[in-house]
């Protein structure tokens, strides 16, 4: 009995010690983990991009990709349909030259900056604490919503890894007062990086600022170089300026939505969601692991320096200040602008779970376990919906290929109108040449938003699909057509109905269907003499 009381006595102080061994393992053998962990992330990296089919967003990064020269890609810029500075374009037509224009080299840029902003991470909390803590910072990304953008030809995953480069020379350049030139320059290099990815990038600078600000005041003296080279990097906004105005004549007058407290919440949560398990189970632990035997003391965990610690809680607001800039500008307040506030848990979970080793190592397993759960879901999907308009992104070509043998198998003389706002551009860009000669996108309203980026595409790109038609004047020109579309566009069948039409099903499964449209005769000479105007009785319900 007096043994196993001794035994149940010394399990917190063996636990610790098993620990502590572990963690020092870690410590010692961490860029064979490292490389270990890069290897791994690039497998699961590369089923994803291989995997997922392009969708509406990335196509148009394929098509403005292909300009012969910066000229003419500047001129697409200057056309106000795309909201990106010309650098996402430049290494994706880079990567597409090396390895040819597949969904993996299209998304290579991504890829690999996605990884580097998470060894950024690593760096960064690893300097002040332990290898631990920075494997629990460098993976956490991998669980939450910005890993969806590390496989998308989109500029998102860019702009973290220049935030992260940002971070590392800025703690860097801070703990050297003298040889680091290099730093300073790599600040520098990278906020000006940051700012040619994307327009909302700009609040990269915000915890940088907030924290030199910070370490201003506490050393009670101006680091000059550290903000001449701030200020210097703000140049390369000059590129955006044109561009924004641009965007600002173009889109904005047309932007359907607005920045609101309720969606402020939700892009909060749209990012921490897929992390729920790790997060309730650190939680769970930090609770637990709470004895005094079981932690480190403070001084052997190390913590951050005050004004990193303010820089990475400044990256916490970011979504809150993109909310306040979208509210005065009239922009888009969409979550994936805001996608750089994720460096700011990432970090503080490492740095919160340094004093308690076991905290640490019970949240890298979970991280691991997440990691492989997320990887074996996605290998056994064939939709993936995409997170900021929901559009299920198909897996294979399979799904495609149905489509077109239902078009095919159809009346090959009549048109085709394609009705899903989202859903036509990548049913053009996989379709076969004969069946997209007779497709046209069939929108919505007049002012239809998704129909003004095309538009800007089919002009400046050479887009093959025809120009968006509105509904009202394709009917006019079709007495008979083809049309095809989802679950969404069963309202407009509907209105087309009770307009006069005679709908005979082609072909229908849950996802999509194709039907025959046929206004009469005598329907038909009143849609062509009068249109679809106020006194017509097909009302198109804009979303």
Not at 91 to 106: C, D, I, K, P
Request: proline content about 6%.
């Amino acid at each position: 009995m007096e043994t196993f009381l001794k035994s149940v006595s010394d399990s917190p102080a063996r636990l610790r010690s098993i620990a502590d061994r572990i963690s020092a393992g870690v410590n010692r053998y961490r860029y064979v983990l490292i490389v270990l962990l890069s290897i791994g992330y690039s497998f699961d990296a590369y089923i994803h991009a291989s995997r997922k089919l392009f969708w509406f967003d990335e196509i148009f990064t394929l098509y403005v990709s292909r300009m012969p020269d910066l000229r003419s890609l500047w001129n697409v810029l200057m056309a106000g349909f795309e909201f990106n500075p010309p650098l996402l374009y430049i290494l994706t037509r880079f990567s597409n030259s090396l390895m040819g224009e597949t969904q993996v080299s299209s998304r290579l840029p991504e890829i690999i900056s996605f990884w580097i902003f998470c060894l950024c991470l690593f760096r960064f909390v690893s300097v002040r604490s332990s290898a631990l803590s920075g494997l629990l910072s460098m993976l956490f990304p991998m669980v939450t919503l910005a890993y969806w953008y590390a496989y998308e030809a989109r500029p998102y995953a860019i702009e973290l890894g220049f935030c992260g480069i940002a971070l590392v020379c800025w703690q860097s350049a801070t703990e050297r007062p003298t040889k680091r030139l290099s730093w300073l320059l790599g600040l520098g290099g990278a906020l000006a990086g940051v700012l040619l990815t994307h327009g909302y990038a700009f609040l990269v600078f915000v915890p940088i600022v907030v924290g030199e600000l910070a370490r201003t005041l506490s050393r009670k003296r101006v680091d000059w170089p550290v903000w001449v080279t701030i200020v210097i990097s703000c140049g390369a906004i000059a590129i955006l300026i044109p561009q924004s105005l641009a965007l600002r004549a173009v889109v904005i007058p047309a932007t359907l939505t607005h920045a609101s407290l309720a969606g402020l919440v939700t892009n909060y949560i749209s990012y921490l969601k897929p992390a729920a398990y790790v997060g309730f189970g650190w939680l769970i632990l930090m609770l637990v692991v709470r004895s005094k035997t079981l932690t480190l003391t403070t001084s052997t965990a190390g913590q951050p320096r005050l004004y990193e610690t303010a820089a990475l809680l400044a990256f916490l607001v970011i979504p809150a200040l993109q909310c306040l800039v979208a509210k005065l500008t009239g922009a888009p307040p969409i979550a994936r602008y805001s996608i750089c506030w994720i460096a700011g848990p990432a970090a503080l979970l490492g740095f919160a779970s340094a004093s308690r080793p076991l905290v640490a190592l019970g949240t890298l397993a979970l991280l691991l376990a997440q990691i492989g759960a997320d990887n074996l879901k996605f290998r056994s999907s064939q939709f993936l919906i995409e997170p900021s308009v929901g559009y299920p992104i198909s897996t294979s070509l399979t799904h495609f290929r149905e489509r077109y043998a239902w078009m095919e198998a159809a009346d090959k003389t009549l048109p085709i109108a394609l009705l899903d706002g989202f859903d036509f551009l990548p049913t053009a860009f996989y379709a076969p040449p004969d069946l997209i000669s007779r497709m046209t996108y069939v929108k919505p309203s007049r002012a239809d938003l998704v129909s003004i980026f095309y538009s800007g595409l089919r002009t400046w790109c050479h887009a093959e699909l025809d120009f968006p038609v509105y509904l009202g004047d394709f009917v006019s020109a079709h007495d008979t057509f083809l049309a095809y579309g989802g679950p969404s566009n069963f309202s407009v069948l509907n209105d087309l109905r009770k307009a006069g039409a005679i709908l005979t099903v082609q072909n229908i499964s849950p996802e999509h269907f194709l039907i025959c449209v046929k206004f009469p005769g005598k329907v038909a000479k009143i849609v062509q003499r009068q249109g679809l105007g106020d006194g017509f009785s097909l009302l198109w319900r804009a979303r």
